[in-house]
Structure formats: structure tokens, C-alpha cells
């Protein structure tokens, strides 16, 4: 069931039944020690109580937390799944026929599936508010980013403009504001991206990275911001975003790459990361990471919780504090337009890319 009140979008919590088969490196390795090593979005606590209750089963069979996984098991996990609200500001139609639809995403609010989001995932929204039953988008913004997405309705045409993207016969334009004063005139990076932790989501500029280019051009500065048109000639995960903090002018409210507990042990500007400092980096992030989803273990009293949070009375998670309806959900960097074979896309600019501008810069929701 899903609400919207508040400014935000809220899925009520529901049972999700995940159903794995057995990884070669999770073999002989205790059932608790793979969901404790290899999920760590819960506690080692939830986990043993989740294999007692059944939740968690081998093979469909009710198993002991010291079982070992051998090959070809398949594993089955009931988690009580809670998705963090977003935000409830609607998508924008820009162009909706019969193989092609064109939305303006708003920031905050993922591409598709995955992690804490699942029915709060663009292609869901979009698939129960048209009525279509199956998308499949083109270009991939990350949540953070707001803009332009291509979504097909037929794996013929996804797979026509896909190819025209691999090929760079896609024009792409983005719009950014970033902290400082960014040089007047097109400023080329080429440096190129790896993926330091796919887990945490972390890229960054290494020497073993594949080959990335973004142009960058000034359109305005403020005093303490500018405001840039990118345009991206590759299309690797982050890629604008790691270049410009690369540059040493992050996006201004940027939470993975301009503000702690990232940015510390990030390289010093036009600096490359070391493979040392890319372990000290993740190993840093993990050790500071709390669970997103705790547990209570006193039975006695299930609704509250020492700290004032609420707890889930169906598997005693604590509630983490929710957004609110003033929570910046995104960065500023927008997909503003695509141009390819006989079609040209583009958006309405977003509202901080005007001048005067003196909101306060906050890190967006993580």
C-alpha cells in the first residue's frame, strides 16, 4: 500500500521473499556467517533470529544458524522489508507514445530496484501511474541526480538508442552548481574512473580506471558557486560528479563526495587514488557504517525502544529517523538534454540554476 502525504512517498512495510542460489565462496561456510559477511544491511543479531524463526530456510527446510551451505543450495530469505520514503513530487511527462516515454525525474528517487528501494523506484512509479507493464530505461541516472530519462516500452527500440549511446551518437547535457569558482571557458577531464567498492557505491579517478571524458563549460559564478554545463563523452557511474570533485570543485551539495565521512580520506585535488588508499578508504566507511536496520532483542516491550525510536512490532526493527518534507533529497546536478537520430529532449532548468542564489548548501539525503 502506498501513501502520499507529507510531501513524501511512503510504501507500507511488506514480507519480500528473496531466493538465492549458492555463490562458490560461500561454500562450507555457516549459513549465519554468509548472511553476517555478505548482507550487511542487517545486524548479526537479526540474522540468527531470522534463521530461528524460519525466515531464513535452506532448501526450503527450517536450518540451524551453525548449518553449512553446501553447492547448489538454494537459500530463501522472508525479510520484512521497509523502504525509506521519497519524495512525493511528481514526474514530468516531456514525450509518451507508443514504443517511447520521456519523464523529468525528480532528485531522490532511484531508477529502479534495488538496496532500501523497491516499489519507490522510477520505473515502479511509472509503470502503476501509466499503466504500462513493463519499462526499460535507457539512461541510468543515479538517485541523487534529477533530469531527463529515456525509458522504452520495446527492447527493439531500448536496444536502438542504447546502441546509438554506445556508439556517442547521443548528444548528453548536463547541468551542475559547485562549490567555488570554476575557470571561465571549456575545460576538458579525461582522467580516467574505477569502481573503488560497489557496495558502498564509491568511484573514484585511478590509474586502472577505464577511460572517461567530461567537458565542462561555466555559465555562471555567484561568489561562492558556480554553475556549469557538463557534457558527459563517456557515460561511467559518477562519472560527473568524481571529476568535478577530481578538480576540486565537488557539486556543491553533493553527500558522497564533498562532505564527511567520505570526503577526509579522499586523494587532494588532480590527484589519483593508490590501490592502499582505496582499501583505507572502504575499510574507514565500512567500520563507520551503522546497520541501517537494527533490532531490539528485549521481547518485553516491543513498541518502543531505549532511544525513542518506534519498533516494527512484526520483526523489532528500530525505525530509522524518516526524511521530511523539507529534506533535500537531491544534488544539483540535472540531466537537462539528449539529442540523438531525429529526436531532441530536454527539460524546464531547475531552480537552482538561477541567479541570484543564496540557498544554504546542505548535504542531501543519504
Known amino acids: 500500500m502506498v501513501t502520499l502525504n507529507t510531501g513524501l512517498r511512503r510504501v507500507e512495510p511488506y514480507f519480500y521473499h528473496h531466493r538465492m542460489h549458492t555463490k562458490e565462496r560461500w561454500k562450507d561456510r555457516s549459513i549465519l556467517d554468509v548472511f553476517v559477511q555478505e548482507f550487511r544491511n542487517r545486524s548479526p543479531d537479526y540474522y540468527k533470529n531470522a534463521i530461528e524463526k524460519g525466515w531464513i530456510t535452506v532448501n526450503k527446510n527450517i536450518v540451524s544458524p551453525e548449518t553449512i551451505v553446501r553447492t547448489n543450495d538454494v537459500i530463501r530469505h522472508a525479510e520484512h522489508f521497509h523502504e525509506t520514503p521519497i519524495t512525493a513530487r511528481p514526474f514530468c511527462i516531456i514525450h509518451?507514445?507508443?514504443?517511447?516515454?520521456?519523464?523529468?525525474?525528480?532528485?531522490?528517487?532511484?531508477?529502479?530496484?534495488?538496496?532500501?528501494?523497491?516499489?519507490?523506484?522510477?520505473?515502479?512509479?511509472?509503470?502503476?501511474?501509466?499503466?504500462?507493464?513493463?519499462?526499460?530505461?535507457?539512461?541510468?541516472?543515479?538517485?541523487?541526480?534529477?533530469?531527463?530519462?529515456?525509458?522504452?516500452?520495446?527492447?527493439?527500440?531500448?536496444?536502438?538508442?542504447?546502441?546509438?549511446?554506445?556508439?556517442?551518437?547521443?548528444?548528453?547535457?548536463?547541468?551542475?552548481?559547485?562549490q567555488g569558482e570554476f575557470p571561465p571557458g571549456k575545460i576538458v577531464c579525461d582522467a580516467p574512473i574505477k569502481p573503488i567498492s560497489f557496495k558502498l557505491s564509491l568511484h573514484y579517478v585511478h590509474e586502472d580506471g577505464k577511460l572517461c571524458m567530461t567537458e565542462f563549460e561555466r555559465i555562471s559564478y555567484n561568489g561562492q558557486t558556480s554553475v556549469l554545463k557538463c557534457r558527459p563523452l563517456t557515460g561511467r557511474t559518477h562519472q560527473i560528479r568524481v571529476h568535478l570533485r577530481y578538480l576540486g570543485f565537488p557539486i556543491a551539495n553533493d553527500p558522497m563526495y564533498n562532505f564527511a565521512p567520505v570526503t577526509p580520506w579522499l586523494p587532494p585535488p588532480m590527484t589519483y587514488m593508490s590501490n592502499s588508499k582505496a582499501d583505507q578508504v572502504v575499510q574507514h566507511l565500512l567500520n563507520r557504517t551503522c546497520y541501517e536496520q537494527q533490532e531490539v532483542q528485549d521481547d518485553t516491550d516491543n513498541s518502543n525502544s531505549s532511544s525513542g525510536n518506534d519498533v516494527c512490532l512484526e520483526c523489532s526493527?528500530?525505525?530509522?529517523?524518516?526524511?521530511?518534507?523539507?529534506?533535500?533529497?537531491?544534488?544539483?546536478?540535472?540531466?537537462w538534454r539528449y539529442q540523438g537520430k531525429g529526436w531532441d529532449y530536454k527539460t524546464k532548468y531547475p531552480k537552482w540554476v538561477h541567479e541570484p542564489f543564496h540557498d544554504s548548501i546542505v548535504p542531501a539525503y543519504m
Open 96 to 178: 509518451h507514445d507508443d514504443d517511447l516515454l520521456v519523464v523529468d525525474k525528480p532528485g531522490g528517487i532511484p531508477m529502479h530496484s534495488s538496496g532500501r528501494y523497491r516499489y519507490n523506484s522510477a520505473v515502479e512509479i511509472l509503470k502503476q501511474a501509466l499503466n504500462i507493464p513493463r519499462l526499460y530505461p535507457i539512461n541510468r541516472l543515479d538517485r541523487h541526480t534529477s533530469g531527463l530519462v529515456i525509458m522504452a516500452l520495446t527492447p527493439e527500440r531500448a536496444t536502438e538508442i542504447s546502441q546509438d549511446i554506445e556508439r556517442r551518437m547521443v548528444q548528453k547535457e548536463y547541468l551542475c552548481r559547485v
Open 317 to 335: 526493527m528500530l525505525l530509522p529517523e524518516e526524511p521530511t518534507s523539507k529534506t533535500n533529497f537531491g544534488i544539483y546536478l540535472h540531466a
